[in-house]
């Protein structure tokens, strides 16, 4: 890499909560959601070029390398706030899986935001870049943020929280894609007929002298864990279900499928009980395993 390119780290996330909440007047849902960024990461590398415009290549998965990706389109909105015509190469380095419920090009898109900010030195503040975050995917402005938030509105609300401890998570994925779009048309059918109000939902409150992030403790947000998506997703694919009542069977504190899926992990106290869970998973045909930890720093760190 040229001296004046920079590498950034964009990390998984799972929903540890996710509630689906109203439809909005510009077609998206208010959500709920608290968010979990992990160590299993994708790599973003960005540096500049003597052309004009942003040119991309992936590698480790058969992605669009065009403005229908999102780190390509973070690209592109960062120089069109900036006003430039600035050529930027991009290479994305996949390890997450793709349209799994795990945030890979939404994380890829902030790290893009990330290396351009540091690259171009756009002195820009972390809302600076989540603003532009945001006009590329609702799951983006997390990543600023993390590695444990609140999420609300349709993702543009975010606001920090301190977990205490770790978790190890086993991820897996049955080699599934679910369309984001197809999984929300699905989770509305469902409620055609039987709307229920939203039940009560926690609050979290800053500390009242610091204003720091609220404490949140394992303990009392695993009886939270749950997820809006998982049980119109496991009736369309039953493999879902399989997944997760195995992982309970296998040790897991709570096992819940990610996002709109396909991913569904297990929370571990652990590095041992994970691995151990995870033992001859990855030989099912499809199949996927990976073992990883909660984050406990910031996302998005720089690798050089």
């Known amino acids: 890499m040229a001296s004046r390119g920079i590498e950034v780290a964009a990390p998984g996330k799972v929903n540890l909560v996710l509630r689906v909440l109203d439809r909005r007047p510009d077609a998206y849902h208010n959500l709920w959601s608290v968010m979990q960024a992990f160590d299993l990461s994708d790599t973003v590398i960005a540096e500049t070029d003597g052309g004009e415009g942003v040119r991309m290549t992936c590698e480790g998965a058969d992605l669009p390398t065009d403005s229908t990706n999102l780190a390509c389109r973070a690209a592109e909105r960062a120089l069109a706030r900036l006003g430039r015509r600035q050529g930027i190469r991009l290479v994305v380095r996949k390890r997450l ?34 603003a532009v975050g945001a006009e590329v995917g609702s799951d983006v402005p997390f990543f600023f943020y993390g590695p444990t938030a609140l999420v609300e509105g349709r993702g543009e609300r975010v606001s920090p929280l301190q977990l205490e401890g770790e978790r190890w998570l086993l991820l897996v994925n049955p080699g599934i894609a679910i ?126």
């Open 97 to 130: 899986p793709v349209a799994a419920g795990v945030g890979g090009g939404s994380s890829d898109a902030a790290a893009t935001i990330r290396a351009l900010a540091t690259l171009l030195q756009t002195g820009w503040s972390r809302d600076d870049m989540a």
């Open 179 to 304: 369309p984001t779009a197809w999984a929300y048309g699905k989770l509305a059918a469902a409620r055609a007929n039987r709307e229920e109000p939203p039940g009560r939902l926690p609050r979290f409150a800053p500390h009242p002298v610091t204003g720091d992030p609220p404490v949140v403790k394992w303990p009392d947000l695993l009886p939270l864990v749950g997820n809006d998506f998982a049980p119109v997703m496991e009736a369309e694919h039953p493999v879902l279900r399989e997944i997760r009542l195995l992982l309970v069977t296998r040790g897991a504190e709570a096992a819940l499928l990610s996002g709109s899926g396909s991913t569904v992990f297990g929370l571990f106290a652990d590095e041992r009980s994970a691995r151990a869970a995870a033992d001859g998973l990855d030989r099912r045909p499809g199949w996927r395993t990976w073992v990883t930890r909660t984050q406990g720093q910031p996302v998005g760190t720089s690798l050089g």
